[in-house]
């Protein structure tokens, strides 16, 4: 195209393409407002983006047009090298086809709007804007008309448009199989898709084979693998892991490799110490020299990859459920605390802490009444519902510990609908939300009154169940003397939930519905432990312990009901 | 299923690559730094070893992996008309236990690999990202900071974009119109076939990479 024909489309694509565009509904705001492109010619034409490959095609054509000027000033002899201008007008003239194809699919809500009327162009424009065809034009195209209409002029309408619509056809079909035989004759001459590629400079075939080399090994590695293994005996632990490795390898690799790398172990020992600050906290506790950190060379010394030995599961981590059984295993060295003690232990002591410390009383617990286990083993049904009924209970507290045992186990229970009677106090209950509530219910003893309680209430949000809770302060002595007598006609236990309740009733006016509320809350967590058994035992002594101790819980019961 | 291409592209002529993609996509680059490691399942993990790839990727700030397992590719006289691979293909974000747990389960450590470049996604008669990178290796195991690129001199670069089994031909047709456009800088065929580089693609680079801007016509 010659530089005036350029010149002119790319002076209309800038103006069309920003323009003050056109609000999708043809209103016109009078108000000075931004106006925008409808979002859904937003979404077929990004202004922006086409704007910026104008600009781009702007200055591709401008900078060819300018070689070409160099070229003829400095040497008007020379000719440009066709193949390096062919090849560019070929990659413009393809943006420029886009650019006008995606225009065109918008091109509905846009105007031309000619920004700038000067001397120069104010005698063009008129012509420009107007819709009617130049004179040669026009002829031309009544030429044309008359030419396609010869035979069909005088045929009713509808006719005429058929017999067209049957030319296009034929032509189209014509097209087809050009292209087709073109295809063809392609592939068997060997042309390929894309004309002209074999002309111009072709490397010399010492630089192609290096090329072709290299390609085939870039190609192997990337799809492959080729050339990217390492082989066994040289996978050896890098001195340090990049970041995104070193929280993953580290887990388990110390065990799947212990005695797989002996040749290895040593080696890396002396480079377990930087690794070792990388674990971050890894509670992976192996006997000494575990290889924290040490990368995958799981692989390892041996050769291969060995991952037989995979037997010892990883310590457990952080993230593995930290079940109150796991304190079970450890013995409890005190046995009898005196409740003050106790008290206090339990107030400054970390949630583990209070937990250990209340097993370890429940432990003590357990062993004055180791009857207590065959109780698991009969699961009545439990009866909250007749906790309902018992309400005028006095709730005695002799302890504190009872106290907040029985306070955490009425929470829990009264949430559970079905409890075997005969479960240890305490035995039945089973992970709640135990630190919070476990804390709150020791934190009532600190002194800071309800508070803690309070805090458990809106744990298991039913502010209601404070209001009970300052009753229980004054009965926390009658707790431990509860220890003995169990009414449900048994003779140490009762139903720990009826305990609870009497207790809950016993904190003051009767809250049917606080229970209630906890009752949704905490059934599960109770639920988990009463399973008969004696060795629900040891599974209540986890839930005990991650809830307030009530070893006195059934005494109280029948204190109360006696 | 995913419709790909390769070829690839001397480094010095990357840059213009870029220029060319960046006009033709209208989309900001991403960098691509991705750890990719192959693994290959052990001998007590079924008959056939299966390989899964783990990708890392680096360059946000926290690391995301992401699980591919690449499946075997369309074949009979359909697949060769088209001029691109189409084959299955896998894919889904892990948690970075990923590789552990491969390990656990028995898979191996078959090679690993280090990709560093950029890619563009865009969306053009069909979604598709073309990925310019090149492919580094480790000398020692994970040494992600010390990698050395396997051919210095050449970059991989390669076009995919997901299909389904009733559009795959739609979108082979895409992905074979856009490579229309990167014709004057690369070729690109099915990733077992051998391409060469474009011999004039130095020009082609040339004049994308000249500053442009000239005189106002």
Known sequence: MDAAAAAAALGATPAAGAPPPVAAAGEQQAAPRAERLSAGVQQQLNLEGMRARAVGLYKAISRILEDFDVIARTNPGASPKWQDVLGQFSMVSMELFNIVEDIKNVSKVFVVYPRNVNAENATILPVMLSSKLLPEMEVEEATKREHLLSGIANLPVPTQIEKLKARIDMIGSACETAEKVIAECRKSYGLGARQGANLGPTLDKAQAAKIQEQENLLRAAVNYGEGLRVPGDQRQPHSSLPSHLVEVLPFGDGAQNFGDNSGVYPKNTSTFAPNSANTQGNPIQASGGQLLGRPAPSPGATGTPNFENVSTPPMPYANSPRSGANMMNTPSPQQHLTPQQQRQKLMHASQQQQLHAQQQQLHSQQQLRPSAAGMLAQSTIPQLQDLQGQAQQKLQVPGQQQMQYNQALSQQFQNRQMQPGRMQPGMSQSQLNQGNQLRSHLGQFTGAANSAMFTAAQASSNSQMMANMPGTMQSQSLLPQMQYGLTGGHPQRSHPSQMLTDQMFGMGATNTTSMMGMQQQQQQGVYGNMQAGAQNMQQGMVGLQNQTQNPNFPQQRQQNQQ | ?217
């Open chain 2, 1 to 217: 299923m995913e419709c790909v291409v390769q070829g690839i592209i001397e480094t010095q002529h990357v840059e213009a690559l870029e220029v060319l993609l960046q006009g033709l996509s209208g989309v900001p680059k991403e960098r691509v730094r991705v750890h990719e490691l192959c693994l290959k399942s052990g001998p007590n993990l079924g008959v056939v070893p299966s390989e899964v790839r783990l990708l890392c990727d680096l360059a946000q700030p926290t690391p995301s992996w992401t699980i591919r397992h690449v499946g075997g590719s369309m074949r009979g006289a359909g697949a060769e008309q088209i001029s691109v691979l189409v084959r299955t293909v896998v894919e889904s974000k892990a948690s970075k236990n990923v590789l552990h747990y491969f390990y656990t389960i028995g898979y191996k450590l078959d090679h690993e690999l280090l990709k560093i470049g950029f890619a563009f996604r865009f969306h053009r008669g069909a979604q598709i990202t073309v990925t310019v990178t090149s492919a580094n290796k480790m000398a020692k195991l994970h040494a992600t900071d010390e990698a050395v690129p396997v051919t210095p001199g050449i970059q991989l670069v390669e076009i995919t974009a997901p299909a389904a089994a009733d559009n795959y031909n739609d979108v082979a047709s895409a992905v074979t119109a856009f490579c229309e456009y990167l014709a004057p800088l690369l070729h690109l065929s099915k990733p077992g076939n051998t391409t060469g580089i474009v011999p004039t693609a130095g020009a082609a680079a040339a004049s994308l990479m000249s500053s442009g801007g000239g005189k106002t016509l």
